[in-house]
């Protein structure tokens, strides 16, 4: 029961949180110069005033900015999204097409730089010191430091110019007409290169964090007197160690999952990814104004709903966090 009363009061703090975020976005793309109108009637080839305003009355951009925004967010409330007139298709279906692709890019991305971030960090701890754990913070720091395009940029080279292993664009071959377990198959090749790329910076991240965490955790009393009762070194490196150690890197990857969504765009550019970086880039340039505010405000509620399950997350890793 204290648990549900916990997560029901994360849940209105989010929501909150997301109508704020909205209202900052709102007045942040508002500020920016030009406008979807200057735009359409640039491609149309008309300058004529009447034009322009009968486009700025179809987008209500002559309304007053307090209008403007009062209209928004009522649908934001009700759950729309606005329509987009450079795609002719509702804000809330573009991105609902191109999610799955982004939770797929992210999702593997964020496991991978776990997985490999984590345990990469645990062998360091444990052989610090050695030429093991010189090696493993050389590629870490090496990995943190290079520029994620830089690193996406590279992979295509190496792996789909020279050595022709892996599809270095897309999300399956076009015209394939692959379908069941081929189809799937298709789409884990193309993923390989861009997941790798996005989780290299994470992994990095976890690898130092981990290793800190532990040695950290390691010189505490409770550790040293598992030791001293002769306790096996494997059981007090996971047991006692590792699990307490894991609670700083839970909470950094919470934070971060949410926002590698967002931080998606330079990786889904590269690789012609088809997921919703790639859409924010598009309507950023076509000055999209609906859609481009709808993309920010469903990024920032996965960032929240990550949040959200981290915080419930962190009481399951350690019951001794008071659910306050």
């Known amino acids: 029961m204290k648990r549900t009363q916990f997560m029901l009061t994360r849940v209105l703090q989010g929501l909150v949180a997301i109508l704020l975020i909205a209202t900052v976005n709102f007045m942040l793309v508002r500020a920016a110069p030009g406008d979807p109108v200057s735009v359409l009637a640039g491609e149309a080839g008309a300058s004529d005033p009447q034009f322009v305003a009968q486009l700025r009355a179809q987008f209500g951009l ?120 081929a189809l799937v198959l298709d789409v884990a090749k193309h993923l390989v290169l861009p997941a790798l790329t996005l989780a290299l ?19 505490m009393d409770f550790v040293k007197t598992a030791r001293a009762k002769g ?25 971060q999952a949410g926002g590698m969504i967002g931080g998606a765009v330079l990786t889904e550019t590269v690789f012609a990814w088809p997921g919703i970086g790639r859409l924010m880039f598009d309507a950023l340039l076509q000055r999209d104004y609906s859609l481009l505010l709808g993309a920010f405000l469903v990024t920032a509620a996965m960032a929240v709903l990550f949040n959200l399950i981290t915080d419930l997350v962190y009481t399951l890793v350690d019951p001794r966090i008071e659910l306050t």
């Open 231 to 255: 306790v096996r070194p494997g059981r007090i490196l996971r047991a006692h160690v590792l699990r307490n150690a894991l609670l700083p890197v839970v909470t950094l990857a919470g934070i």
């Open 62 to 181: 002559d309304q007053p900015l307090s209008t403007q925004l009062a209209t928004y967010v009522g649908k934001v409330v009700r759950l729309d999204l606005g329509y987009s007139y450079r795609q002719q298709q509702p804000v809330l279906k573009l991105i609902l097409d191109r999610l799955p692709a982004t939770l797929l890019l992210t999702g593997s991305a964020f496991a991978l730089s776990l997985l490999f971030g984590i345990t990469l960090g645990a062998l360091s701890a444990r052989r610090a010191g050695t030429w093991v754990d010189s090696a493993i913070t050389v590629v870490a720091l090496l990995f943190y430091a290079t520029p994620l395009y830089w690193l996406a940029l590279m992979a295509v080279l190496v792996f789909t110019v020279q050595l022709e292993w892996l599809p270095g664009f897309g999300l399956m071959t076009v015209g394939s007409g692959h379908t069941g377990f």
């Open 201 to 219: 910076f994470y992994m990095a991240v976890y690898a130092r964090m981990t290793r800190a965490a532990m040695l950290e955790v390691a010189q």
